[in-house]
């Protein structure tokens, strides 16, 4: 979602890292194009004139003109102004021992889809979740919630009454008495924000006395979104705002703008359509990513929860024993599968983010180096020295690919466990040069909006 507001933001402040002293001329240039930056995101006007002016302001100042490397500095000010702008220190949720949280949001916005993915980041949190069908607005609202319980095995609380609030209050009694600690109302929606959908959230709200009211709202609605928050907030005061669709290619005004115009936190973001994309929001870490700084802490955070303790155990000792065979090869994939999609991945490291930021990463290649060492047999993949020539065309034949790509996987094992006998001997392994290595699957470069086509022949 952040990918055209961090190009241009890290092409703005790039010539200001290299530079050794700062000059009006350099800030101003910088400013000029930060302001662009956020105005093509779809970020408020005023949202914007105020930021650069506070950027300014800091980047002008004694702190950075007289530090060792005012250019760093600036790319820090930003960082700490787009880390504001967002909302300092992560927006947690106020739970009791029975606690009511209620969804609002315009229909389309992914409310229902969301309530199932806060029932289930909840239960991974040690919560005891139900969810509550309050929307009788949508007729398939009530079906689709309920698919949605059954798939995470979570409670749903269904009546045939026609009335919103009732159906609340059943809800949350049916709940109680199931020893639950934690009910999601998901309410109903409109296309448009009207009398009757207040009224109704009015009552809703009353009923439930609920601890926190989420507003879910569409990222892909841009500036929309921040009025339709506005709207929101004037009725029902609301605590915190779910951003959906931030894997789309909105444009991010949304994200940004929300905080500042309503004072109310980014709880959460839905990073995808599984149940289980939906993250915390953390503002430091979202301004580390958009300025190209990864996002090391929620890297670890998706390791943590892709790989059991017992695995990770295991895992770690056989490369410390420099073994690494293709079941080591299978299980490593797979937990990285958990993780999400691959290119996401590569973006939270420091560093590498910029290198592949015009790189499509297709997971379907990763799909068929799991199908070539699915094609192995067990002794061909604990030992796989035993792979002959005749061996390799029937895994090629097997996998559905060719003997060249079977043996750039082989080597590519070979190199990967050469290297972790070379750090289990306290030895730092010779890296290799840029780009892709082989057995890798195949990459194609993606052609970001207004660069010029490169001649062929020329990278």
């Not at 609030?165 to 600690?181: F, K, P």
Request: charge should be neutral; hydrophobic fraction near 40%.
């Amino acid at each position: 979602m952040f990918d055209a507001l961090a190009d241009r933001l890290q092409g703005a402040l790039g010539d200001l890292r290299r530079k050794g002293a700062l000059d009006d001329e350099s800030i101003s240039k910088a400013m000029r194009e930060i302001r662009l930056a956020l105005l093509e995101a779809d970020v408020n006007f005023t949202v914007v004139r105020d930021f650069v002016a506070r950027v300014r302001e800091r980047a002008v100042g004694e702190e950075v003109l007289k530090s060792l490397t005012p250019g760093q500095q600036v790319v820090k000010v930003v960082h700490d102004e787009l880390t504001e702008l967002m909302g300092a220190g992560a927006s947690g949720l106020a739970l009791g021992r029975f606690s009511v949280i209620v969804l609002a949001g315009l229909q389309g916005s992914g409310k229902t889809t969301t309530a199932a993915k806060l029932a289930l980041h909840l239960r991974n949190e040690g919560r005891k979740p139900g969810l509550v069908a309050a929307d009788l607005q949508r007729p398939a609202a009530i079906d689709q919630l309920e698919q949605l319980g059954r798939q995470i095995e979570i409670p749903v609380y269904r009546t045939d009454t026609k009335d919103p609030v009732a159906a609340t209050r059943s809800g949350l009694e049916r709940a109680r008495a199931d020893g639950l600690d934690t009910v999601i109302v998901d309410t109903a929606g409109r296309l448009q924000i009207d009398e009757d959908l207040m009224a109704e959230l009015e009552q809703v709200r009353a009923e439930a006395s609920p601890e926190n009211v989420l507003l879910v709202l569409d990222a892909m609605t841009g500036q929309e979104a921040v009025n339709v928050a506005q709207a929101f907030d004037e009725r029902i005061a609301f605590d915190g705002v779910i951003l959906t669709k931030l894997d789309g290619d909105a444009r991010g005004g949304a994200a940004l703008s929300v905080r500042a115009v309503t004072g109310k936190p980014i709880a959460f973001v839905a990073t995808g359509e599984k149940v289980e994309a939906l993250e915390v929001f953390h503002p430091d870490r979202m301004a580390s990513r958009i300025l190209g700084m990864g996002d090391v802490l929620t890297l670890i955070e998706r390791a943590e929860a892709a790989v059991a303790e017992d695995e990770q155990a295991e895992m770690e000792k056989r490369l410390r024993q420099g073994q690494f065979t293709f079941d080591d090869f299978l299980k490593a994939y797979r937990m990285l599968r958990r993780m999400g999609p691959l290119q996401g991945i590569l973006k939270l490291i420091p560093g590498i983010g910029q290198q592949v930021g015009d790189i499509d990463v297709d997971d379907r290649q990763l799909a068929r180096v799991e199908a070539i060492v699915l094609s192995m047999t067990p002794k061909e993949r604990t030992t796989p020295a035993v792979i002959d020539g005749k061996r390799r065309m029937r895994i090629a034949r097997g996998s559905g690919t060719s003997v060249e790509q079977v043996n750039q996987l082989l080597e590519a094992r070979k190199q990967m466990e050469k290297m972790m006998k070379q750090m289990g001997r306290g030895k730092m392994p010779a890296l290799p040069s840029p780009g892709v290595p082989q057995g890798a699957p195949p990459m194609s470069r993606r052609q970001p909006a207004g660069r010029k086509k490169k001649r062929a022949g020329r990278r």
